[in-house]
């Protein structure tokens, strides 16, 4: 019998804002503790919250193992390595608190007809997996992730703009323009011609897991999906499909893109990353051992890290690699659609896209020329991926975030009149 134990630690400060100031301040400390027992091809697991008595854990862990849960994989032996990144962020709580309500007071002073709301969060995190064959995998981080939701104050809509950004960097200035952008630009109508043809869609978040334009890839590169030919993908292995700009990859490189560095199985990752579309040509699914060994695929660090339940096949840290150029060079010289918010969209079994842009803005590579009226984006996943796809940039709108920029040219028409 082999025990191991996953270890989840998670210290946050939220700071929720309502109409422009911080309407409550909450703090908490959660650690959380599996026990997960292999034995005879079968796992037992057991979880607590807080405090827990460790015989009493894996006593119910044991009786977990009388159900006979099938689990083949081999725990993962002999893997040691700790990282630790929490000391790259320097300030404290109280500062971080101070640092917010100064930039609240000073975009409501600036911008008045606008209000802000949503969450800025200040979180340390500890991720520990260790078991009996010599393994013991440590992460530890600190970090600060702010969404903030902006709204005129005399629009019909919900909202009208906003930003996000994870750093290790807090810095008031780079913060304020990150969101004053949006406000300034709100005023000017940009005009929009439907030309008939594609134009660039910029996109925040292209080296993130769960970006809206790779959702096709989650689902169709997903392990046992894949191998039951139920994948678009199914049977393609080694096929060029895609531009040769286009790499999609599992990428645990924790220091630029905050994802933790081994799985849910301890499994880590040559160079912190595998390619699964490499180059516009399909190399992988992704998949937990569990999954890779039943269906005889390879191993790609794809499993889900729980304190209470098996590990799965995950799309996290699924991403697309980005490319050596800044968002203006992937522009070079042309005018852009930045979306700031397209909900409701997705992809057809076949590969068809489509979606609403509700917010959106005319962008040069460098200045935001205006708002443009609501707008509908479609393509399809091999055009969006292939011919039409620009690349993902080194930069986002904040130095040190994870949400970059993605570029692909799509088809788009007006849709409604303005708001």
């Not at 015989?55 to 009786?63: H, S």
């Not at 725990?75 to 700790?82: E, F, G």
């Not at 949503?118 to 393994?135: A, H, M, W, Y």
């Not at 969006?384 to 028409?413: E, I, L």
Request: aromatic share 10%.
């Amino acid at each position: 019998m082999i025990k191991e134990t996953v270890y989840i630690k998670e210290k946050k400060t939220s700071l929720t804002i309502t109409n422009s100031k911080i309407s409550a301040v909450l703090r908490s400390d959660i650690e959380k503790t599996g026990i997960r027992l292999y034995d005879n091809n079968c796992l037992g697991i057991a979880g607590a919250i807080g405090a827990y008595n460790e015989n009493e854990l894996i006593g119910n862990a044991k009786q977990m193992l009388k159900f006979k849960l099938p689990y083949n994989a081999t725990p993962t032996q002999n893997a040691k390595r700790t990282l630790d990144l929490s000391n790259k962020l320097t300030i404290t709580d109280t500062q971080f608190v101070e640092i917010s309500k100064q930039l609240l007071e000073t975009l409501s002073t600036k911008y008045p007809q606008f209000m802000f709301s949503n969450k800025i969060n200040f979180v340390e995190t500890e991720e520990r997996l260790s078991n009996d064959v010599g393994t013991e995998l440590i992460q530890k981080d600190k970090y600060f992730d702010f969404s903030i939701l902006i709204k005129h104050r005399d629009s019909k809509s919900l909202m009208d703009g906003g930003g996000s950004a994870r750093s290790r960097n807090i810095d008031f200035d780079t913060l304020f323009k990150a969101l004053s952008w949006n406000c300034d630009a709100y005023e000017t109508k940009a005009d929009f011609s439907e030309a008939g043809e594609t134009i660039p869609v910029i996109t925040l978040g292209g080296n993130t897991s769960f970006h809206q334009f790779t959702t096709k890839f989650l689902t169709d590169l997903r392990g046992d999906v894949f191998a039951n030919n139920a994948s678009l993908f199914s049977n393609k292995l080694g096929e060029k499909l895609f531009s040769d700009k286009f790499t999609l990859s599992v990428n645990r490189n924790t220091e630029s893109t905050f994802n933790r560095f081994f799985d849910g199985e301890g499994t880590t990752l040559p160079n912190d990353r595998v390619a699964l579309i490499e180059n516009g040509v399909i190399k992988s699914p992704y998949a937990s051992k569990k999954v890779a060994q039943k269906y005889n695929l390879q191993i790609t660090g794809s499993a889900s890290l729980e304190y209470d339940s098996a590990p799965d096949s995950s799309a996290y840290g699924i991403s697309v690699e980005q490319s050596d150029k800044t968002l203006k060079e992937l522009l070079g010289g042309k005018k852009g659609i930045l979306v700031v918010a397209a909900g409701g969209g997705d992809f057809t079994p076949q590969g068809e896209y489509a979606s609403p842009i509700q917010i959106a803005y005319l962008f040069d590579g460098e200045n935001f020329l205006g708002r443009l009226p609501q707008l509908a984006m479609t393509s399809n996943v091999n055009d969006m991926f292939g011919k039409n796809f620009v690349g993902a940039s080194t930069d986002g709108d904040y130095p040190g975030s994870p949400y970059n920029f993605m570029v692909v040219n799509m088809n788009v028409k007006k849709i409604d009149t303005w708001l």
